[in-house]
């Protein structure tokens, strides 16, 4: 049975979720097209905003709302920092945005204190506004070491390494 209540509702991963198109990192967005049941399993289908749709489980999604209500809610960011006496490393998670970027600067500025190299591991980022793209590629000129995983997050960061030519 098709339901399209929640039609148009943008929606969030809140793991990650493998599926016949790829990997869906925790944190991505996405905006719901419809439920169904089949064969006694209720199934979702997303579209998410890096265009792949597939079918996922009520519990790896979260509703973030419609609309305007969807529009107003604050993009995430998890940064997990590691330091030990070589190195720093600064784990990012979600999506490097908004007020998001300053919070990583701020983090960023007090381990650069140290004489400690810096490490910015971008794998699990969904997506990067162009703040976060400069903040990123100050850190890199102030010799940051930045790694990457995915088509996107790579071309972002080789971008970056490469000077903004492309």
């Known amino acids: 049975m098709l339901d399209t209540s929640l039609?148009?509702?943008?929606?969030?991963?809140?793991?990650?979720?493998?599926?016949?198109?790829?990997?869906?990192?925790?944190?991505?967005?996405?905006?719901?097209?419809?439920?169904?049941?089949?064969?006694?399993?209720?199934?979702?289908?997303?579209q998410w905003d890096n265009g792949a749709i597939d079918y996922v489980y009520p519990l790896e999604i979260e509703i973030l709302g419609r609309g305007e209500e969807a529009a107003r809610s604050e993009p995430v960011l998890k940064i997990t920092t590691q330091t030990d006496p070589t190195r720093t490393i600064f784990e990012l998670e979600g999506r490097l945005a908004g007020a998001w970027v300053q919070e990583l600067e701020d983090c960023w500025r007090k381990a650069a204190n140290s004489d400690r190299p810096v490490r910015v591991m971008v794998c699990a980022v969904t997506f990067i506004d162009d703040k976060g793209k400069a903040l990123l590629a100050e850190m890199h000129q102030h010799g940051a070491e930045l790694v990457a995983?995915?088509?996107?997050?790579?071309?972002?960061?080789?971008?970056?390494?490469?000077g903004g030519r492309r």
């Not at 995915?150 to 971008?159: F, H, K, L, Q, T």
């Open 7 to 46: 039609t148009g509702t943008r929606c969030r991963a809140t793991k990650e979720i493998r599926s016949y198109q790829g990997i869906v990192r925790r944190y991505s967005e996405g905006i719901i097209q419809y439920n169904i049941n089949n064969l006694g399993r209720h199934l979702i289908s997303v």
């Open 149 to 162: 995983e995915g088509c996107m997050n790579n071309a972002i960061v080789e971008e970056i390494m490469q």
